[in-house]
């Protein structure tokens, strides 16, 4: 029997990286076995055109590719998604659209024109401006569209339904943590990579609600108790600047590593050198980076934001602290290096929760949409 066709519409591919970079690849190798195969029609190579060009040069792209397939999937709601959305009508496709977050409220925040947070935005979405008005509108109506929407938390399915998304077509299908354990003995790890005994690790987009200026001012206070503490931060993004002047206005120039960009692997040898993980963000759908650090068994401490709460089961696989608290970041890192007896527990329960994040029950998962 011939297998299914998925024709994938990714905003990221290899030799970029990023979440749906690692995601496409994981379908595109694994889907095979399920009984789908999978084209993936990338946005990269048109993102050097002007604003719109570049849409109407991907359609054409896709267009080309998925008259062949059974179903389009995609990987966000307007870069792709528009595109696919309109291809798959033409086409009379089945679409299915993947959401992660709210992408007009985050291009809102990183041009300065949204400055509250989500929650407060979803109630006049359409008051920020031409351009933010626009994204929104495009992410809506494609979400309407979509025969199935997948979101990878129960806090990203009540984003959508405000949206006026309809209920059933809804499926939340956690993200996968795609780990390999480290074979590297820990000291030897940590010698390698410059890594001394009090070592933090923070990772993502260098973006605003991330806020891991949280971080920064945490460790300006605890430099006194753990004189030798260290910040390792991995990523890029439009924010490094300001954060970079901060770690400089509070003297801890020695004690905070900027590491760049990682590939998956070389992250997960800095995660398992580390003494904990800390992601401090206020807005997360489900973080790729924090179901990865439950599955290699590090400690963690994270906001109680988005779906923090969701991937540390309610606070029993870390540390939840509330959003923007600098002082608990201080009482739960000072808990986290005394009270080793809790944190061994904490890493214990997420070793077990980390179960529910494997590819292939995400890919049975999937799959129920996708045949």
Known sequence: MNNK???????????????????????????????????????????????????????????????????????????VGLPAMLVARLLRKRFILKVVGDHAWEQGVQRGSVTVPLDTYLTQPFSYGWFVSLLARIERVTARSAHTLIVPSEYLRGLVLSWDVPEHRIVVIPNVANVNPLT???????????????????????????????????????????????????????????????????????????????HTENLHQYMCASDAFVLVSTYEGLSHVLIEALALGVPIIASDAGGNREALADGSCGYLIAPEDSQALVGALTTLFSDQKKTALYVARGLEHAKRYTAHAHLQALCAYLL
Do not use: C
Request: proline share 8%; glycine share 6%; aromatic share 8%.
């Open 5 to 79: 066709k998925l024709i994938l519409a990714t905003p990221l591919y290899p030799p970029r990286i990023g979440g749906p970079a690692t995601y496409t690849v994981m379908l595109e190798k694994n889907l095979p076995a399920y009984g789908i195969d999978v084209t993936v029609v990338p946005f990269t190579p048109y993102s050097q055109f002007p604003l719109f060009v570049r849409h109407i040069l991907y359609a054409i792209a896709l267009l080309s590719r998925a008259w062949r397939g059974h179903s389009i999937m995609a990987l966000d709601a307007v870069s």
């Open 184 to 262: 590297e003995n820990r000291e030897i790890l940590r010698r390698s990579l410059n890594i001394g005994p009090h070592t933090i690790l923070t990772a993502g987009r260098l973006v605003l609600w991330k806020k891991i200026d949280v971080i920064v001012s945490a460790l300006s206070e605890l430099k006194k108790t753990i004189p030798d503490l260290t910040l390792l931060i991995a990523g890029e993004g439009p924010d490094r600047p300001r954060l970079q002047d901060l770690v400089r206005e509070f003297a801890l120039g020695s004690q905070v590593r900027f590491l760049g960009s990682l």
